[in-house]
């Protein structure tokens, strides 16, 4: 799915990272052939199983995506934000989504038709690399997230989750030690890959030894290194 062109000047393409590569003859082919539109929060940029038939470029705003399993229950795969490409990795093995694109905030994102996107790749070797380097990047983090779910208790991933997230929502403002983004705990147990109320009881008790300190479903980080530790512990 994807919206109507919305005003040129909104689009702000200079922050989508795949323009940045090309040449100048094909930045203007892919600002010629795509379509960018604004989407609310909660809404879908694209939905798992579905065909793709392009890539979305993110100008704006934070995006989950996520699987469902066959009770209903989302997992959380990764995040995007401004300046990465989603869909990529299934247009090009030419298979199904396997994930859903749900926006966590107002967003702004663009949709190139598969067919420009693949000529471009075929064109710029600079940008197949990147890509690959990309696709590269992710297997190794989804190892890495197995490897903490066989080995590392709920506390453990709990800790790696919040340094996760505090690593990854970079804050804007004066206040760093913030998580940058407000996440539902539903959605933190997801990522830690327990229950809602056993993430709820173990942020109180991070709470209670001062490693955190919450304000509403805000996360303010205290005690990083005291963090970094439990989440090395079975290491």
């Known amino acids: 799915m994807h919206r109507a062109n919305m005003d040129y000047k909104l689009c702000e393409s200079n922050k989508i990272s795949f323009l940045n590569q090309c040449t100048s003859e094909q ?3 892919v ?3 795509k379509s960018c539109g604004s989407y609310k929060k909660g809404e879908l940029l694209f939905n798992e199983s579905a065909i793709p038939l392009g890539v979305y470029c993110i100008v704006s705003g934070v995006i989950k995506l996520v699987r ?3 009770d209903g229950k989302e997992q959380i795969l990764r995040f995007a934000q401004p ?3 989603l869909g990529y990795r299934a247009l090009i093995a030419d298979e199904p989504l396997i994930s859903s694109a749900i926006c966590l905030e107002d967003t ?3 949709f190139i038709p598969k067919q420009i996107f693949l000529q471009i790749m075929d064109e710029n070797a600079a940008i197949s690399k990147n890509l690959l380097k990309a696709i590269s990047h992710e297997l190794g983090v989804v190892e890495e997230r197995v490897q ?3 080995q590392k208790s709920v506390r453990e991933r709990l800790a790696e989750t919040l340094l996760f997230l505090h690593a990854t929502f970079k804050s804007n403002n004066l206040d760093t030690d913030v998580i940058a983004i407000t996440l539902p705990r539903e959605d933190i147990a997801n990522i830690v890959g327990t229950a809602t109320e056993t993430v709820i009881r173990l942020l109180s008790e991070f709470k209670s030894d001062k490693l955190i300190e919450l304000d509403g479903k805000k996360i303010r980080i205290l005690e990083k290194s005291k963090l970094e530790k ?3 512990a079975s290491v």
């Open 31 to 33: 600002e010629q052939s």
């Open 68 to 70: 469902t399993n066959l």
């Open 83 to 85: 300046g990465d490409v």
């Open 148 to 150: 903490s779910l066989a």
């Open 108 to 110: 702004i994102a663009c």
């Open 230 to 232: 439990i989440s090395h």
């Open 27 to 29: 930045a203007e082919i």
